[in-house]
Structures are given as structure tokens and as C-alpha cells.
């Protein structure tokens, strides 16, 4: 039986934490040892991990200088003083230690490269993931000293495995090793949208709403959303707008809501099960300022949603330059003009519903499962 090690700062919700999950359950099931490593107790998909996956959460080193100093953290993810002046031989032996794998994967970028970068396993098959678009996405170099290490970091590894071509254009600018890069697009698990997307909702369906599911962050764009809303309200539409998730800018988003009279706008939190919610929207918009993949436009689709979201790294890739969604200006008034024509136009919205029955044999999950074994 192959063992794999995948390694990620944490099981918290997210696109590609689903996508961890996802991948980890597709290959237990197909006889793999499976073995998750984690940094941090943010583990709110954990429940979702099938059974036989070893989940392994293994804390940041504590730092003694007389007294102990609490890690020290960026903003952007990890930046400890340990692990970024640590080689990563003393990063792997710490964090993975003697125990050996057939497969490595480092499934984000940062300190999870850097730790199986360092690893001292020669007979092992080490992978690396790309999830974003490396000329826009901040935190790349985090936990090393320089880019040049972080590209040497890379360079370690046997294959590294971006989530769409965009990506991996992107990463090749940046880093390079373009003999080493590949593109495989992230893995649906259909089973359990479709089961997961029956369950009933705990609001009040009124009129015609707007979904959108994603941590509450600046690159995703949810400010440029309130705008367009606002504006869209101020021309007398009726409709709702649903955000699903959490995140930094939170308060900052709630406080231009309540100050601007966007009684329209629900804040949902956090949900394990963000489906149901997709299943009763009647539109999915992704507003993002960049992506790598944005796997919420991929299940949207595949609960046969109409899309609209901004040009950006993946979505685009994912609708195939707006065939099978609207792509609209990456800004406040693309977003305006385009959420505008499916409130005007319900031919619009009857075409877009169309056109994502079209895409949703794309994402099949045995074609994507079938490659990443042929990876490792």
C-alpha cells in the first residue's frame, strides 16, 4: 500500500481545504495510506475527512529566548522567526521526523514547501500544489529568506502541480522550472454537493438572490460586491444577496451594510455546508481580484447555477472566456453592469442556467483522480 503525506497549514473552511479533503478521501478509497499533516487546530473540515486518513496535527516550534515568546505570525499566513531562518532539513525533522512516505506533498505554498522540501527521504515522490496566481498572490516567499530560495525550495521537488493553465503560466513567470509544472484542475466531490445541497436552509427564500461563498478578505473583492450593490438598490432592483463565510474584513463589510441601508445584504457566517445555500441562490457571483482556481464557480456550475464573476486567473479558465458564465470587467462597475443584466433580462438568466448543465460533465472527479495517481 503507497503511502502518501500531504502537508497544509490547516483543515480551516476554504477552497483548497475542501480540496484536501476531497483528494484525501478519492485516494483512501482507492487503497492509498493517507496521512494529513497540519500546522495549526483550525480544523473545521476535519469531521469531513473519510476515517482511515491519519490526521496529524503537529504545532509550530515554540520559540525560548528566557521566557517563552508566542509564535510570531504575518498576516499572510506563517512567518515564524524559527522557521524562516531554519533550514528545511531542520524544518522536515521536525515536523516529519523519521517516519517515511512513498509520496510528499507540499499543498500550499510557504512553510508547507519548505518542510517537504527539506525532506531526507530520497526514495520518496515529492510533490508540490499551486493554488493561486504567483504574480498577484501575496506570501509566496513566506518562511524564506529570499525568492531565490523559495525557486531552490521548489526545484527540489519531482513535479508541481497547478490548479489551471493561468496558474501555471503565472508560477513559471515567477519562479521558473517549467519542465517541472503541470496542470491538474481541482477534484469536485459530486456525491456529496448533491446529497449535502438537499439539506433545507435555516432562511427565508423572498425573492431573487444572489450567492456568493468565500473567506471575507480583501482579494476577494466582497467591498466591490457592497458597491455594486448599493448601486444596484439605488436603481430600484429587489433582491438579496447571501455571503457565506468569514474572515478579516467582516466588520469592515458589515459596518458599509448597515451604514449605506443594504437590508438586502445577509451575512451567513460560517457553514459547513455552503451547498444548500447554492442550490436555493438563483445566481452565483465570484468577485474576486484574483484566483487560482476559486472552486466555488466550479460547484456553483455544477449545481447548475448561472456564474458571474470577475476576469480573473481561473474563473475565466473555468467558464472558457465566459462561454459558460459571464466574465465581466475585474472592478466595482464590471460587476455592476453584469449583475445589472440578469436582474434586467430573464432570458439572461434562463441562457446562463443553460449553459452550466452544459459544463458540469467537466468536473469529473474520475478523469482528475485518475491523473493524480499517475502523478504519484
Known amino acids: 500500500m503507497k503511502k502518501v503525506l500531504f502537508v497544509l497549514p490547516w483543515l480551516a473552511l476554504g ?18 495510506d493517507v496521512t494529513v499533516l497540519v500546522l495549526e487546530d483550525r480544523l473545521d473540515l476535519k469531521d469531513e475527512l473519510d476515517e482511515r486518513v491519519h490526521l496529524i496535527y503537529k504545532p509550530y516550534k ?70 493561486s496566481d504567483f504574480k498577484h498572490c501575496k506570501g509566496i516567499t513566506n518562511n524564506f529568506k529570499s525568492l531565490e530560495d523559495t525557486q531552490n525550495a521548489y526545484s527540489r521537488y519531482d513535479k508541481i502541480v ?8 503565472s508560477f513559471n513567470q515567477i519562479i521558473g522550472l517549467c519542465n517541472k509544472t503541470t496542470v491538474i484542475y481541482n477534484m469536485l466531490p459530486t456525491d456529496r454537493i448533491l446529497k449535502a445541497a438537499n439539506e433545507s436552509i435555516d432562511i427565508k427564500k423572498q425573492k431573487f438572490t444572489i450567492l456568493s461563498v468565500g473567506h471575507l478578505i480583501d482579494v476577494k473583492g466582497y467591498d466591490r460586491l457592497l458597491e455594486a450593490v448599493k448601486r444596484l438598490i439605488d436603481d430600484g432592483f429587489d433582491f438579496d444577496l447571501w455571503l457565506v463565510g468569514y474572515g478579516d474584513d467582516e466588520h469592515k463589510l458589515k459596518k458599509y451594510a448597515k451604514e449605506n441601508a443594504l437590508n438586502n445584504v445577509n451575512f451567513l457566517g460560517f457553514q459547513k455546508n455552503p451547498y444548500k445555500y447554492m442550490k436555493n441562490a438563483d445566481l452565483y457571483v465570484c468577485s474576486s481580484r484574483y484566483e487560482g482556481f476559486n472552486l466555488t464557480v466550479a460547484e456553483a456550475l455544477f449545481l447548475e447555477k448561472p456564474v458571474i464573476s470577475t476576469n480573473c486567473t481561473g474563473p475565466r479558465e473555468i467558464l472558457e472566456d465566459g462561454k459558460y458564465g459571464m466574465l465581466v470587467d475585474n472592478s466595482t462597475e464590471g460587476l455592476y453592469n453584469g449583475i445589472r443584466q440578469f436582474l434586467s433580462n430573464d432570458t439572461v438568466i434562463k441562457d446562463y442556467r ?23
Open 162 to 169: 497547478c490548479v489551471s493553465k493561468q496558474a501555471e503560466e
Open 62 to 131: 515554540p520559540h525560548r529566548i528566557m521566557n517563552h515568546i508566542p509564535y510570531i505570525r504575518h498576516k499572510f499566513y506563517d512567518d515564524g522567526m524559527w522557521e524562516t531562518r531554519a533550514s528545511a532539513e531542520k524544518l522536515y525533522n521536525y515536523y516529519i521526523g523519521k517516519e517515511k512516505y512513498d509520496v510528499e506533498v507540499g499543498f500550499f505554498r510557504g512553510l508547507s514547501v519548505k518542510i517537504v522540501s527539506g525532506s531526507t527521504n530520497k526514495s520518496s515522490r515529492k510533490i508540490a500544489w499551486v493554488h
Open 15 to 32: 477552497g483548497l481545504e475542501r480540496m484536501q479533503v476531497t483528494i484525501a478521501n478519492a485516494l483512501v478509497m482507492r487503497g492509498y
Open 354 to 376: 443553460q449553459k452550466a448543465k452544459e459544463r458540469k460533465n467537466f468536473f469529473n472527479k474520475d478523469i482528475i483522480i485518475t491523473k493524480i495517481k499517475e502523478l504519484f
